[in-house]
């Protein structure tokens, strides 16, 4: 039980590597509220013991208001996992400035948001807590096919460097996690057999193996990482 009696606040976890995460914060102890854009995640949040909050993670009031009705709920907050994300399409040409404005809304400033009004929270409850971006691999090297993805990833990360390394002394620790390809619903298996060749490992990576990494992250067992960007890519960024 790496989480017992702590409160996270998980964005995007009615679905993917959010839902993994919030399964598995669940059996290690922990309260989850899940902050996600379809109504039909408190389907999902009744059936897995989490709650729920219905908002849009691209607009600033909205997360802010999903904190707070966090804290609302459950009294407190200890760890955030920034999880909503969309893929994005097109280079540097091709890309619509709409498919630009919707990727950097969602997988940047959305992380922005969720890490801004957390840790303001944190800091006045004033007993430290962590925050766990998801990052990519793809914003540690570039895909030149999907400009605003690897452009809003590449932004997460030098994000989480710096609030990582600002708000250490008080406690708060933020952390990413760079995954390569994962098996998700949202991608049929012709286009993951693809995708295995991309990695050394010669395979996708699967959700829970990124659920546990986040937990790692999130539990004491790391109280002395942050700022720290951790690849789960079957060795893509380490050739």
Same mark, same amino acid.
């Given at each position: 039980m790496q989480l017992e009696n702590k409160v996270a606040f998980i964005t995007g976890g009615g679905s993917g590597l959010g839902l993994a995460t919030a399964k598995t914060f669940i059996a290690e102890?922990?309260? %989850?509220?899940?902050?996600?854009?379809?109504?039909?995640s408190q389907e %999902?949040?009744?059936?897995?013991?989490?709650?729920? /909050?219905? !908002?849009? /993670?691209?607009?600033?009031?909205?997360? @802010?208001?999903a /904190?707070?009705?966090? &804290?609302?709920?459950?009294?407190s907050l200890?760890?955030? &996992?920034?999880?909503? !994300? =969309? !893929?994005g399409e097109g280079d540097v040409v091709t890309s619509t400035v709409?498919?630009?404005?919707?990727?950097?809304?969602?997988?940047?400033?959305?992380?922005?948001?969720?890490?801004?009004? /957390?840790? @303001?929270?944190?800091l006045k409850q004033g007993d430290g807590g962590v925050v766990v971006n998801l990052a990519s691999m793809? *914003?540690? %090297?570039?895909?030149?096919?999907?400009?605003?993805?690897?452009?809003?990833? *590449?932004? &997460?990360v030098n994000m989480t460097r710096a609030a990582g390394t600002m708000y250490a002394k008080e406690g708060?620790?933020?952390?990413? =996690?760079?995954? *390569? %390809?994962?098996?998700?619903?949202?991608?049929?298996?012709p286009t993951l057999e693809q995708y295995a060749n991309l990695h050394p490992a010669g395979r996708v990576g699967e959700a829970q193996e990124v659920a546990d990494l986040i937990t790692f992250l999130a539990s004491d067992?790391?109280?002395?990482?942050?700022?720290?960007?951790?690849?789960?890519d079957g060795g893509y960024t380490a050739v």
């Open positions: 102890g922990a309260k %989850v509220m899940i902050f996600d854009f379809n109504p039909k %999902v949040a009744d059936e897995i013991g989490a709650k729920f /909050v219905q !908002g849009d /993670v691209s607009k600033a009031e909205s997360v @802010e208001a /904190v707070a009705k966090t &804290v609302e709920e459950f009294g200890h760890i955030a &996992v920034a999880s909503a !994300g =969309v !893929g709409e498919n630009w404005e919707r990727t950097n809304g969602i997988d940047y400033s959305g992380v922005f948001y969720t890490n801004k009004y /957390v840790i @303001e929270q944190l793809f *914003g540690l %090297v570039a895909v030149s096919n999907n400009i605003a993805y690897s452009a809003s990833k *590449g932004g &997460v708060i620790r933020v952390n990413a =996690v760079a995954p *390569g %390809v994962i098996r998700t619903p949202l991608i049929d298996e067992k790391a109280k002395f990482i942050t700022g720290a960007i951790i690849p789960i």
